[in-house]
Each structure stands twice: as structure tokens, then as C-alpha cells.
């Protein structure tokens, strides 16, 4: 079974994405519609009202690096 996705994230929601890697102090991203996105994709949970990074968030956001990657060079 294979279970590698391809999502097409626009800059925000990847930096929304990666802004989750780390718990921050107040729990909150600025434009809580690209949280709601990440939501509905999968990619993001809330918890306690708190976004957090979901398993499937995190192996996109480290697949998807390499991809940003090309596109920066």
C-alpha cells in the first residue's frame, strides 16, 4: 500500500505548515483560514483549540522540502 501524497500547498500554507513543527507560546498562526485548510487536508489537528502537526503533516512537510527546494533553484 502506498500512501505517498502530493499536495499542491501555496507558500502560506507551507509556511503555516512548517511554522508547526515547534509548539509555540500562544498556539496561534495569524490567518486561521490556511489553518483550517491544513485541517481539512489532513495535514494539521486542533487540539484543546490548539493547531498541531498531524503524522501525515509532518511526512509532507519533510517530502515537500525537497520539492521547495528544486523550485528555489
Known amino acids: 500500500m502506498n500512501d505517498d501524497f502530493d499536495f499542491d500547498l501555496s ?3 507551507w509556511e503555516a505548515l ?3 513543527r ?8 495569524a490567518k486561521a ?5 491544513l485541517v ?5 489537528a486542533v ?12 511526512k509532507t512537510l519533510v517530502r515537500g522540502s525537497c520539492r ?6
Open 33 to 37: 483560514y490556511l489553518v483550517e485548510g
Open 68 to 73: 521547495l527546494l528544486d523550485l528555489v533553484a
Open 11 to 13: 507558500p502560506d500554507q
Open 47 to 58: 487540539d484543546e483549540g490548539v493547531p498541531v502537526i498531524t503524522t501525515t503533516g509532518r
Open 18 to 20: 512548517k511554522a508547526l
Open 22 to 29: 515547534t509548539p509555540t507560546s500562544t498556539g496561534r498562526l
Open 40 to 44: 481539512r487536508l489532513g495535514l494539521v
